[in-house]
Each structure stands twice: as structure tokens, then as C-alpha cells.
């Protein structure tokens, strides 16, 4: 079992420390843990969302320690969930340092609206549900092509308050997950959409049908943001990745993914 999405502390909107988490995953069976908080943005809208531009250096480090400190008893990756469309306030060359073991790519804001946020759930009702549907897929369409990242992170979080679209995407996920697959990349299954209105994991179970059967690599994260949330629902989150048909998740070392039987 293997938990690759967990917030610390250092984001300002999670608690617990590195090792907090690291005994929390192990007090769950939990063989790889990877952190994955988040990149920083902007200075004007970072507030309470991420860790300052100049903490990432010591994040890196302090993952790094622990990693080393535990690695007898369970390994540890280095990763960030980085905003898409990239904004500038995450040095480019984080992108490609080799002290970085996976980056989750997520789409956050639709437009400079951050339509995951509970503070700004209004803006569900001055849009059109399916206009907002649309435009999120069209942005993690460009996320899956852009080369940029190892997983991409709460596929289809656009549904945390239930806001349904009336419309199929199936067809467009499709061509996303055709997109994923030709590079590379994973999907989470992330069982944090269980806590939200939508009641569901990220995605859905019809998704994860689709990336099966595209053949687009799966990992598993509990988008964890106290040390109490590791592996939240994973028991559940496996019968649906093998009932699917997955036989193998995906781990990452050093930017590369690796099989790992289920
Ligand atoms: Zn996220
Ligand atoms: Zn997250």
C-alpha cells in the first residue's frame, strides 16, 4: 500500500509534521509515503494555500531527513502538487531537480477562480455548471500534454460540491486519458472527494473504467492534511482499482514511475 498525496503543516492550511505522517502511515501498513505539498504560489494569493517561495529549499531538506532517518522501515518521496496552469512563483528549476521523486499536477483555479474552495463555492451559481465542467477538462487536457508532471492530481475534483454537469465529458476524459497514457502519466485515485459533498473519489468509478481501459498507470493517495488522514479509505479505494482491472499501482523514485502489485 502506498499513500503519494499528503499535506504538511509547512502549507499553512494542514497540520502535522513529516513525522507525524511517516508514523501514521506506518501505523497503517503503509509501505511508501510520499509528500506532496503544495508548490508555492503567487505571493498575492499564497496565503494559507502554500508554503512561501523561499521554504522550499527546507521542505525538500526536511523530507529528506526524515526519508533518511526512516529508511529501514519505510520509503519515503519527495514530491509537491503543483498549480496548473504553472504561474512563475515555483522556480522552473524545481521542475527538473533531481532531489524531487514525483510531481502531482492539479488544476486549483479555473480562470483565477478557485472553485475548490468552500469560501468561493458562490461562483457555481454565476457560472454555467457545464461551461465550468468544460473549461476545467479543457485545463487538465493541456496539464496531461504539457510533459510536465508524473501524476495528475484529484482528476475530477470539479465535482467536490456536487455540482453535476449535465452533459457526457466521457468522450473528452477519453481523450485526456489517451493523452496521459501516450506520456507517461498517472492518475490518482485520491479518496479525499469521500469527505466533500461529491461523496465519491477522484474519479469516479466510469473514469477509472476509461483509464484502464486507455492504459493510463494509477497510484493512490489520500490527499491527507492531518496525520490522522493517511489512508483514509484505502481498503475501498483497492477494490475499486482492481475492480477496474489494475493488477499494478505506481510508485516514483527520482521522476520515474515504477509498477508495484496489487
Ligand atoms: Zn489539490
Ligand atoms: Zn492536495
Known amino acids: 500500500m502506498v499513500d503519494y498525496h499528503a499535506h504538511t503543516n509547512l502549507c499553512g492550511h ?72 504553472l504561474r512563475g512563483s515555483f522556480a522552473s528549476g524545481y521542475l527538473t531537480d533531481s532531489r524531487i521523486d514525483y510531481l502531482i499536477g492539479s488544476c486549483h483555479f479555473i480562470d483565477g477562480w478557485p472553485f475548490d474552495h468552500p469560501e468561493f ?24 500534454e504539457s510533459g510536465l508532471f508524473n501524476v495528475v492530481g484529484h482528476f475530477d475534483i470539479v465535482k467536490k460540491f456536487g455540482f453535476r454537469a449535465s452533459r457526457d465529458f466521457l468522450p473528452a476524459i477519453e481523450g485526456i486519458a489517451r493523452s496521459m497514457a501516450a506520456n507517461g502519466v498517472a492518475a490518482e485515485v485520491n479518496t479525499a472527494g469521500l469527505l466533500h459533498p461529491a461523496g465519491e473519489m477522484y474519479p469516479s468509478d466510469s473514469i477509472l473504467r476509461v483509464f484502464f481501459n486507455c492504459n493510463v498507470p494509477v497510484t ?23 475492480g477496474a482491472g489494475y493488477r499494478k499501482i505506481s510508485g516514483f523514485l527520482k521522476r520515474k514511475r515504477y509498477d508495484i502489485a496489487v
Open 220 to 242: 493512490l493517495g489520500s490527499d491527507a492534511h492531518s496525520a490522522d488522514q493517511i489512508g483514509y479509505q484505502f481498503p475501498l479505494a483497492l477494490e475499486k482499482i482492481t
Open 121 to 144: 463555492i458562490d461562483g457555481y451559481r454565476v457560472r454555467e455548471i457545464d461551461d465550468i465542467h468544460a473549461r476545467y477538462f479543457s485545463i487538465l487536457g493541456s496539464l496531461a
Open 14 to 85: 494542514a497540520t502535522g509534521s513529516v513525522s507525524e505522517y511517516i508514523e501514521s502511515a506506518l501505523s497503517k501498513g503503509i509501505r511508501e509515503i510520499g509528500f506532496s505539498d503544495h508548490a508555492p504560489l503567487p505571493e498575492s494569493i499564497r496565503g494559507g494555500y502554500t508554503m512561501p517561495a523561499d521554504e522550499v529549499d527546507t521542505y525538500i531538506k526536511t523530507v529528506e531527513e526524515q526519508r533518511d532517518r526512516c529508511a529501514h522501515r519505510i520509503a519515503v518521496r519527495v514530491g509537491f502538487e503543483v498549480d496548473y496552469p
